[in-house]
């Protein structure tokens, strides 16, 4: 059956299994292990908690400045994660790590991270792609992003940042239009793509290449804030 909490605050203390599960208004605290096929936290929902949440797929709908994430447990998402909205702001707090197992897509939405670290986790072979000018925005925590697959910015004229970032021997990083900021710092062992009229700026933080990365396309690579070590031999096609 499906479970749905539109208001109040619900905490589970003991394993929960649901076919789907909605979190519109109020809050629901997963403080034991919890496994759906969908999960929807929309509007003003919050999902909070310290147990392990393992679904297939995950939205995370609305507009406006609504809607959180806080807590301390993983969230494990074997298909697409979708985060979209109108000019939305969807905040994330506490220490969690998101394994982002069938990529992920956001659009509409600046996210923002406060008050510990969240760790983004993207596996070879999945993509987590900017549709357009959607940002992950540090205020008082910090957000990490793992690459082993592809990030992407794939529309928009604008910005969209990243938090510290290590992408791996064998990502890639592409940027098709508008800029692209590497914002915290991180250690680079893969291929950067820049597409005509893109950017990828190096825009904060330190910032180490390191054996096996690349520099190709036509598009401008920009460093604009904090150092960029070049450790090794960098190939620029």
Same mark, same amino acid.
């Given at each position: ?66 809607? #959180?994430?806080? &807590?301390?447990? =993983? $969230? *494990?998402?074997? /298909?697409?994660? +979708?985060?979209? @909205?109108? %000019?939305?702001?969807? #905040?994330?707090? &506490?220490?969690? =790590? $998101? *394994?982002?197992? /069938?990529?992920? +897509?956001?659009? @509409?939405? %600046? ?13 070879? /072979? ?112």
């Amino acid at each position: 059956n499906p479970l749905v909490v539109v208001g109040g605050t619900l905490t589970s203390g003991a394993a929960l299994t649901a076919a789907a599960v909605t979190v519109s208004g109020g809050v629901l605290n997963a403080n034991a292990a919890t496994t759906a096929n969908t999960l929807a936290l929309q509007g003003a929902g919050i999902l909070g908690g310290s147990g392990e949440i393992s679904v297939v797929r995950f939205a995370w709908t609305g507009n406006g400045d609504v809607g #959180d994430i806080v &807590g301390s447990g =993983t $969230i *494990n998402v074997a /298909g697409a994660w +979708t985060v979209r @909205g109108a %000019t939305a702001i969807k #905040d994330v707090s &506490g220490n969690r =790590t $998101i *394994n982002l197992n /069938g990529g992920a +897509t956001i659009s @509409g939405t %600046t996210m923002r991270f406060f008050d510990g670290t969240t760790t983004l986790k993207l596996p070879a /072979g999945q993509t987590f792609s900017f549709t357009d000018d959607s940002t992950l925005q540090t205020n008082s925590g910090a957000v990490v992003f793992l690459n082993s697959g592809t990030v992407q910015k794939a529309g928009g004229t604008g910005t969209s940042l990243l938090g510290q970032t290590t992408n791996a021997a064998g990502s890639s990083v592409r940027v098709a239009s508008g800029n692209l900021g590497l914002a915290a710092g991180g250690s680079h062992a893969g291929a950067f793509d820049v597409a005509s009229g893109g950017t990828l700026s190096f825009a904060g933080g330190t910032h180490t290449a390191t054996s096996g990365v690349s520099f190709a396309g036509p598009g401008e690579v920009r460093v604009s804030g904090g150092p960029l070590n070049v450790d090794a031999a960098v190939t620029v096609a």
